[in-house]
Structure formats: C-alpha cells, structure tokens
C-alpha cells in the first residue's frame, strides 16, 4: 500500500505535464487534478477549467501563534514536509531551502512553509529552536504543527506522500519534494530538495512565477 501510494502522489505530481502542453517556455504548468465547468457569460455559455487548489487550513507556528491560509493570500511560497530529528533527508532538503530563503527573505512576495510530520515531539518551542539554528530571522518561513490527520491530510493536497513508519529513519516516511505553490492557492512545481539540480531549477523557476504574479 505503501509504495502505490507513493506511486499515486508521483503521478498525481506528473499530471500537469501532460495537460499544460500548449503552455508558453515562459509560463509554468499547473498540477493536480482538474475540472471542466460550464458556464453562463453575456448569455453565451464557455466551458472554464477549475483546477486543484490547497484548501484552507491552521497550524500553530513556531511562536506558538496560529496561522492559516490567509497568511498566504496573494503570495508565491514553498511548501514542504519534514520533522526536526529526521536523521536522513530532511537536514540537506532544509539547507538547499534556506539558500532560496536567503536570496528572497526581504520580498514581500515570497514566503515559506515547512510542516513538521511529527506531531508527538515538534512542539512550536522545537520549531522554534530548530529555525534558529537554520538561520531563519524573519516571518517569512514559518514552521507549523498540527495533529496528526491535519498535518498529513494537507500534505495529500500538496500531492506529497508522508507517514507514520516505525521501520523508517527517525519513524517517519516523507517526500522531500519543494513544493512551488502560486498566489491562486495552486500547485505549479515539484522539486526534490534533496538535488542540487532540481533545487537549481526551482530557482529559475520561481521567478518566472513572480512575473506572473504581477501581470
């Protein structure tokens, strides 16, 4: 079950390749699933795609405050999952992050949100801790908690495998993708954190979606 999961949020993730075809070199794709709407404009009726979009959510933060969807209104982030003990991907995915972090901490535009899937032992006091020691000094890149199912409920939405796994490093199991999310709320990038290629390409990429966003 396992391994058809992660299948299925692989191909999920893959969607979007295939359906954006007609898309210029300067626009970038749109992932997830998608819906064919009728609809009545002047008297005529056009048929409008509405596509996947992260639903609304709250999560305490690292300084124990609450935020939710609305602390993104408008904005281009990144999205990923990780939990601060996790001894194999998470410490290089959370580097590669913060050199993005780092070049776009000062724009309003840009924003960064980490999930902790552990919800037994990252508590905001320990977010916290481990956003100093990263180097993160502004609100900016937030790091969130939640329960169990709210946590690994939103990570579905955001297309990415996660879970509770005695057998894995640490006891979780998680994709290390960074998740490129558009001021619609929808998803337009997957990169593996973990490689240098692909982090590279979301940094080419991320500004191609800021100049969208300003059109």
Same mark, same amino acid.
């Given at each position: ?11 999920? %993730? %893959? ?19 998608? +819906? ?23 999560? $305490? ?35 590669? %992050? $913060?050199?993005?972090? +780092? ?46 199912? +709210? ?12 879970? &509770? ?14 998740? $490129? ?15 240098? +290629?692909?982090?590279?390409? $979301? ?8 100049? &969208?966003?300003?059109?």
């Amino acid at each position: 079950m396992k391994s058809i999961t992660k299948f299925y949020c692989a191909a999920c %993730l %893959l969607l979007g390749l295939f359906s954006c075809q007609n898309h210029s070199k300067s626009e970038l794709p749109i992932y997830g699933e998608r +819906e064919a709407v009728e609809k009545t404009i002047d008297g005529k009726k056009v048929v409008d795609t509405v596509y996947h979009t992260i639903p609304a959510f709250k999560f $305490l933060n690292q300084d124990s405050t609450m935020i939710s969807d609305k602390d993104f209104d408008g904005k281009v982030y990144i999205a990923n999952f990780f939990f601060t003990h996790c001894p194999s991907i998470c410490p290089t995915m959370n580097r590669n %992050l $913060l050199k993005i972090y +780092e070049q776009y901490k000062d724009n309003d535009a840009v924003r960064f949100l980490s999930h902790s899937i552990d919800f037994k032992y990252d508590q905001p006091y320990v977010l916290k801790d481990y956003a100093n020691k990263l180097g993160v000094n502004n609100n900016h890149w937030q790091f969130v908690s939640g329960t169990k199912a +709210e946590i690994y409920g939103i990570a579905n939405q955001y297309l990415v495998y996660t879970a &509770e796994d005695k057998n894995a490093p640490g006891g979780y199991d998680h994709q290390g993708y960074l998740v $490129l999310i558009d001021k619609d709320k929808r998803i337009r990038g997957a990169y593996d954190g973990t490689n240098d +290629e692909q982090v590279k390409k $979301l940094m080419n990429d991320l500004p191609i979606l800021l100049n &969208e966003a300003t059109k």
